[in-house]
T-cell receptor, first 115, second 113 residues
Framework: DAGVIQSPRHEVTEMGQEVTLRCKPI?????LFWYRQTMMRGLELLIY????????DSGMPEDRFSAKMPNASFSTLKIQPSEPRDSAVYFCASSLMGQLNTEAFFGQGTRLTVV | GDSVTQMEGPVTLSEEAFLTINCTYTATGYPSLFWYVQYPGEGLQLLLKATKADDKGSNKGFEATYRKETTSFHLEKGSVQVSDSAVYFC????????????FGTGTRLTIIP
């Protein structure tokens, strides 16, 4: 398996523009997570899905952020409108609920810069 | 709520030195504990894990023991290499089917030849 695939790897956009980050989880995995990493706040869980259903979105910073998982092999994280403080590395991860506390596999991340 | 506190970085060591990165946790249940490693420009990878008290996780010469009495999961390696330079994250996941990981802030480790 190719692992968790995120696109794009890098995104530079102007303040106010819409940004869409994409993630393809490992085939067969039933959990999908979106994390944000910054120097100031470290790794923050934004939202996670189980079987395509959002379970906990309490980490989503504000209404400008939204996430969808239309099917088991694809998820998006959208920021509209984007702001400079959204600049960060965004990671997608997936895992399989076969036993308790299984390993999460991370993608390589999308580095977002909002200017 | 759950939380993980780990040793502030950055940490710089010479090759072949002994490494300890401290990690303590707060959890309401009986969590599983993890160490993840992030190499430059990459995502996080699982380094080792322990699912119950007194378990020892080990991988690539790294070890960590789940200490329930001290709520700790310190990462150790007897002789570090330049290739171990990375950021290390301690994390926990509550039992009961909740797959959510709570991470510490990460510790940047640099090994100099």
């Amino acid at each position: 398996d190719a692992g968790v695939i995120q696109s794009p790897r890098h995104e530079v956009t102007e303040m106010g523009q819409e940004v869409t980050l994409r993630c393809k989880p490992i085939s067969g995995h039933d959990y999908l997570f979106w994390y944000r990493q910054t120097m100031m706040r470290g790794l923050e869980l934004l939202i996670y899905f189980n079987n395509n259903v959002p379970i906990d979105d309490s980490g989503m910073p504000e209404d400008r952020f939204s996430a969808k998982m239309p099917n088991a092999s694809f998820s998006t994280l959208k920021i509209q409108p984007s702001e400079p403080r959204d600049s960060a590395v965004y990671f997608c991860a997936s895992s399989l609920m076969g036993q308790l506390n299984t390993e999460a596999f991370f993608g390589q991340g999308t580095r977002l810069t909002v200017v | 709520g759950d939380s993980v506190t780990q040793m502030e970085g950055p940490v710089t060591l010479s090759e072949e030195a002994f490494l300890t990165i401290n990690c303590t946790y707060t959890a309401t249940g009986y969590p599983s504990l993890f160490w993840y490693v992030q190499y430059p420009g990459e995502g996080l990878q699982l380094l080792l894990k322990a699912t119950k008290a007194d378990d020892k996780g080990s991988n690539k010469g790294f070890e960590a023991t789940y200490r329930k009495e001290t709520t700790s999961f310190h990462l150790e390696k007897g002789s570090v290499q330049v290739s171990d330079s990375a950021v290390y994250f301690c994390a926990l996941s509550e039992s009961g089917g909740n797959e959510k990981l709570t991470f510490g802030t990460g510790t940047r480790l640099t090994i100099i030849p």
